[in-house]
């Protein structure tokens, strides 16, 4: 099994950034697509980012792209989201989650094409 814990998370204001980081114990994440998600108060959980296996294949919700990068250091076994250009609207419960290789890199935009998720982290932005 993946433990996944993310950190990172906090009270910022509009425009400002953060990086989020989920670290992984367990398993190596290189044989695994990592994901993230975000939840906020009476809302379905969102996708946002995700970053294939191969350290090389991206994808990204329209909402953040252009504001937010996921990245990955196989070294650390840990995944990172940058989130630049903050707005209101992105507080939410921020969430990691691992897919090994063999899931379809065509699901990776949905919550249920992972195996392994972290409790979250906590983002708010004030305006």
């Known amino acids: 099994h993946v433990q996944l814990v993310e950190s990172g998370g906090g009270l910022v204001q509009a425009g400002a950034s953060l990086r989020l980081s989920c670290a992984a114990s367990?398993?190596?994440?290189?044989?695994?697509?990592m994901g993230w998600f975000r939840q906020a108060p009476g809302k379905e959980r969102e996708f946002l980012a995700a970053?294939?296996?191969?350290?090389?294949?991206?994808y990204y919700a329209n909402s953040v792209k252009g504001r937010f990068t996921i990245s990955r250091d196989n070294a650390k076994n840990t995944v990172y989201l940058q989130m630049n250009s903050l707005k209101p609207e992105d507080t939410a419960v921020y969430y990691c989650?691992?897919?090994?290789?063999?899931?379809?890199?065509?699901?990776?935009?949905?919550?249920?094409?992972?195996?392994?998720w972290g409790q979250g982290t906590q983002v708010t932005v004030s305006s």
């Open positions: 989650a691992a897919a090994h290789l063999r899931r379809a890199w065509s699901n990776a935009g949905s919550a249920d094409g992972y195996d392994y």
């Open positions: 970053l294939r296996w191969n350290n090389i294949d991206t």
């Open positions: 367990g398993r190596s994440l290189v044989t695994y697509t």
